[in-house]
Every structure is written in C-alpha cells, then in structure tokens.
C-alpha cells in the first residue's frame, strides 16, 4: 500500500538447513528433502525499485537521469528535479504507456526490494526484506534458495502480462526453482502481492489442462504465507484517489495524486463487496466459450438485505452543492448560501461498480479515466475481475496473517474545495474503527456495523479477516503472548463451532498489557490440506513482516513440519524460548541473564552492556525439540 510496506517474511520459512533430510509423518505434505525449499518472494505496492530505461536531460537542475538510474526511489532527484522524476514514474491514464520523454521498468532481483532508496540516511528508511536477508544468513540459508519476483507495480494485472508477460516468467520461476533445488516453493506475498498472486492461480487455469491443474500446484507450491491480504480491497486506495498518497516523500498531495491516479494499478486494491461475484472464466473457457467482456455480475440477497455491503460503514460520503460546477460562475454568493448541499452516500459495492465516479461526473475531471480504467482493465478482464471475493486457493498449506487493534480508516466525509484538479476535494470527517467500535475524527461515536476487533492501521478487519471463511466447522484456537514465554498464559480451545460467513471471537481472557498471537488452525475440513490464521496484537500494515515475534513462528512451524518426530499438525505454542542471541537479555532484578537454561554470559570483546553479552549456550539447538 506504502513504499514501507516491508514484504521478506517468506525467507523465515527457508531456514531448513541441509542437514534436516527428513519426511514428515502428515499425509498430503512434501515427500523429500526439505533442504530443496525454494522461497518465492511477491512483493506488494510501491516496494520494488523502479530504474530508468532512458536518457533524460533535466533542465535547471544537474541530475539527469540515464538508462538504469533509480527512478522509485530516488529523493535525491526527486527533490532537485520534481517534475523531470515525474515524468519518469507517470503513465498514459487509459492506454498504460510510458510518458514520451521516459521509460521505467522494474528491477530484477533481491537488490529490487532491499532497499528501495540505498544510502547511509535513507537506506534505513527504505529499507524493505534487508533484516530478512540478514536473518536467513544467519541461519544458513542459501542464496540460490530465495527469489524475488519485482514487477511493474504501477500496470492492471492484464498489462503485466500484455507488456511484460510477468505471470508466464512467474510459472517458469516456479518450475525453475524445482529443477534447481528439486523440490516445490514456498510463496510469501505481502498485501497487493497477494492480489499478483491470485491472479496468477487464475490465470494458470487457462494454460494448463484442467486434470493438471491441481497436480502442477502440488508439485510446484508447497505453501502459500498471506500477509497482510486486503482480500475485500482497502479504504485508503480511495483515499488516495481524491488526495493522492504521499508515501512519506516530500511532494504534494495535488502532485501525489496525479502520479497515483495515472496508474491502473491504483483500482486494484479498491474495497469491493463480499456479496457480488462475476462467473467463473475457468468454467466459462472449458464449457464451449471464451468471450471477452461478457461478465455475469451478480449480488446474494443480503447485499440488498444488509447495510454496507458487508462492511463496518458506509465508505464514502460526499457533500454536493445544489449548484451545479458549471453554473458557479454566473451564481452569486448570496444564492449559494441558501441552497442545502446534498450528502450521497455509497457502499463497497457502489465503488467497485463505478457508480461513484457516475454519480460525481461534473464535480471530478478524472471520473472519465476511472470509469474507462475500471471497466477495461478488471471488469472486462478475460481472466479475472480481481474486485470479487476470494476463495481459499487450491493449495495444500496455506496461512492467512495480519495484524489487528489499530487504529484504521474505514470511511470518509468529502466535499468540493472550490479549487482547480487535483485540489478539488477536501476531508470534512473520517471515520475509524477500533477495537469492535467506530467513532468519528472528532472523537464521537458512530452507528454502523463494527468487526469483533479492528485492523491493521492501514486495511480494516473485515477485509483482512475475510480468510477466516477458509476454516471449517471445527477450529483449534490458541492463544499466546507474543514475547518469549513459560507457558503459563497460554489458552486453548479446540473444536469451537464455526459457522461459514460468520467471524470466530474467542471466549479468551486478555491482559492490557501483553501483546498476544491469536491462532485459529484447521487441518481436517479438507483432506490433506491445512489452513491457519494468525491475529498479532497491534502489528501494522507496514512493519508486520519485521515483528520479530512472526519471523520466530514462521520458523518454528516449517521447523516443525519438516521434523519426522512432529506428534501434531501445527507446531506446539506450549512455550517459546529464545532462538538466537539476539533473544537473550541481562534480568537486573536477579542478575543474570534472562532464560538461563538457554542463554548464558559471555562476553566478547566490543559488547557495550550486559545484555550483548548474553547469548545461546552451545548446546541451545536441543531446545527445538521442545516444539514438536
């Protein structure tokens, strides 16, 4: 969503080391040497480098840009020569093609999504998967054993395709990594990359034969890691719509939105209702026809039934003077102030729909460029509409993980500012939700449907949550701290009803004061399948795949998978104790270092306190046996 939305957890799964050459006991689970585990790395919105493809003479300033100079991002150009940088990153609004003067193209590689802006001040501030990096090393990871897969996150998934043929090199990246390391991958995706990644099993439909399908993905997925999945879309995509999204760079808003609304990509993540659906293109193409941009878009009852199209609130609220735009001119002030402005409200539905950008046609120039990217480049795609609900991918292990109980936007009040395009709207109030309620910028309550609990700052819980409709009737729920642990405030509760469509709230104790991971795994609704979701406690959108706390469960549960002693489906959460040095801290109250049966004093020459100086005794390995 933001260029820190920080994407490298995948690489935690790849710490099997080579000389675990062990099978697993489950049945349906990769037969081999875990060893051959490739990670596949899908990265999200605005966090792969662009780089220049072209020479660009920029007048005042003395920094041009040349072929394979960094384009996104480079704030040093960015602020020298703003517009020359603009020209660089912006695209045709309808046909998706490069401004005349300048090209851009993806980078390729793990250098794409390190860091995004390298230097001694900025690389820390862009930095992307690089702690991850450093984490995989540490545990022996091999180099040829992770890969990222950059792309051009500005174009539709149909222009990925069109110009780049990015999902035919993402098939060939996944049966290279098996002929490489001889075994299947393991696919880590982080927000919009979750989007790239379903419309890559989509569109893997059409390529491979129906009775191969099913077979490829056994072979080449061993299990799919989803993040921070907006699978309903997110509110702030419609905020940066009428304002523009400034990713933290030093550019207007106004200059903000032109660059954001010249992308086809900027629908991609729009909120959508969890009602409507369009047929399946997979049935339409094997049952006799293949037509382009004959979708069948259709609403259950409840869409019509219910309020809000399945979220907390209605999205959008727009206050429209009762004086059309082009009669302001020849309207006095006086006349103005006696006519009532009219409020329009609209759903999830109603902005995936277009009938938003219909209803404000004469107050918003960039209506037109909407309406034609929305139809043309998701509702008439030939593979997929992507602003549908999801089901659970075809795939045998697959973890939905998200951070909850921040604070996040979930609707917005806006009313004409009187001023020129990209000025023309302004924020009257916005609406959040926060821990299962929902209350206003001023700080009032407001009526509406609120979640049993509230996102992660930047995509709201119904959207986040919607995985939780892939478990079945029977849940295993767990919950603990996410800080290293004893065991003693560890709760569990196993074969919890759950009804299909309805969200699970654990009849569970919380303390105020400790974070916790909030489990729910299911193993048995579907043979040889696994699903879980993981809830961490206050983990926002773009810092989630550093928490320490994921990185440590990522392990410890392909760890555990991969072990032949593993008396269970999913790794044990009876105790967590330290894993790496960096675990152990120095107890001043009993002067000591802290975990003693696992963590003992030794210095070594520059520690600067005591805590650097506590590390994993040598015999620590043996503590993994504790999560079988």
């Not at 260029?3 to 099997?16: K, Y």
């Not at 999504?113 to 702690?131: A, C, N, Q, R």
């Not at 104790?577 to 000591?592: N, Q």
Request: aromatic share 12%; glycine share 6%; charged share 20%.
């Amino acid at each position: 969503m933001r260029v820190n939305l920080h994407i490298a957890t995948i690489l935690v799964v790849l710490l099997v080391h080579a000389a675990l050459h062990n099978t697993p006991v489950d049945g349906g689970e990769f037969i081999g040497d875990y060893s051959k585990l490739s990670g596949i790395i899908i990265p999200g919105f605005a966090s792969t480098q662009l780089r220049a493809w072209s020479f660009l003479d920029c007048p005042y300033s003395p920094l041009n840009f040349n072929p394979l100079d960094l384009v996104w991002l480079d704030t040093t150009k960015l602020l020298s020569a703003v517009n020359c940088w603009l020209k660089c990153m912006l695209l045709d609004p309808y046909n998706q093609t490069d401004h005349p003067e300048c090209k851009s193209r993806p980078d390729s590689g793990l250098s794409a999504i390190t860091e995004l802006d390298p230097g001694y001040i900025t690389g820390p501030l862009s930095s992307v998967w690089k702690d991850w990096v450093k984490w995989c090393i540490e545990f022996g990871i091999e180099a040829n054993s992770i890969i990222a897969v950059p792309y051009d996150w500005r174009l539709s998934p149909s222009m990925l395709e069109e110009r780049d043929l990015y999902f035919h090199r993402l098939k060939l990246t996944f049966e290279t990594a098996l002929k490489l390391r001889g075994g299947p991958s393991i696919v880590f995706a982080h927000s919009l990359g979750n989007h790239v990644f379903r419309y890559f099993l989509e569109w893997l439909k059409l390529e491979i034969a129906p009775k191969h399908y099913n077979q490829w993905l056994d072979e080449h997925i061993h299990a799919y890691f989803a993040v921070g999945a907006p699978l309903l879309g997110a509110i702030e995509t419609v905020k940066a719509t009428f304002f523009g999204n400034t990713f933290g760079l030093p550019v207007s808003e106004g200059t903000a939105r032109l660059m954001f609304n010249s992308f086809a990509s900027s629908l991609w993540m729009m909120p959508f209702s969890k009602y409507c659906r369009t047929d399946n293109s997979y049935c339409r193409h094997f049952a006799g026809g293949f037509r382009k941009g004959h979708h069948t878009y259709q609403c259950e009852e409840q869409e019509f039934r219910l309020n809000y199209s399945g979220w907390p609130t209605n999205i959008v609220n727009i206050e429209i003077p009762s004086v059309r735009v082009t009669e302001l001119a020849q309207t006095n002030l006086s006349s103005m102030e006696c006519g009532l402005p009219t409020q329009l409200s609209f759903s999830a539905r109603e902005i995936s729909d277009g009938t938003l950008f219909k209803a404000i046609e004469d107050y918003e120039s960039d209506s037109k460029r909407l309406l034609y990217q929305l139809k043309k480049s998701y509702h008439d795609d030939p593979v997929l509409n992507p602003l549908t609900p999801w089901d659970r991918p075809p795939i045998k292990n697959v973890f939905c993980i998200y951070g909850i109980d921040s604070r996040t936007e979930v609707g917005y009040y806006f009313a004409p500012s009187g001023k020129p395009y990209p000025d023309n709207w302004i924020t009257t109030d916005v609406i959040y939700e926060l821990e299962g309620s929902l209350y206003s910028r001023s700080g009032n309550l407001v009526e509406g449907n609120p979640g049993a609990a509230s996102g992660d700052d930047t995509v709201p819980y119904n959207s986040l949550s919607l995985c939780k409709n892939w478990l079945g009737p029977k849940v295993n729920i767990t919950r603990a701290p996410q800080s290293e642990h004893d065991g003693s405030d560890v709760q569990v509760d196993l074969n919890v009803e759950h009804q299909h469509e309805e969200d699970i709230v654990p009849n569970m104790t919380r303390s105020p004061r400790v974070k916790y991971i909030t489990y729910y795994e299911d193993s048995e609704s579907i043979p040889g399948r696994r699903t879980a979701v993981w809830e961490l406690d206050k983990a926002s959108h773009r810092s989630i795949v550093r928490s320490p706390a994921l990185m440590r469960e990522l392990w410890l549960q392909m760890w555990h998978d991969i072990h032949p002693g593993a008396k269970s489906k999913f790794v044990t959460k009876a105790m967590r104790g330290p894993l790496r040095d960096e675990d152990c801290y120095w107890d001043y109250g009993k002067a000591r270092c802290s975990w003693p049966e696992y963590c003992e004093y030794r210095y070594l020459f520059g520690d600067v306190h005591l805590g650097q100086s506590c590390r994993l005794k040598n015999s620590s390995a043996d503590a993994l046996l504790n999560y079988l």
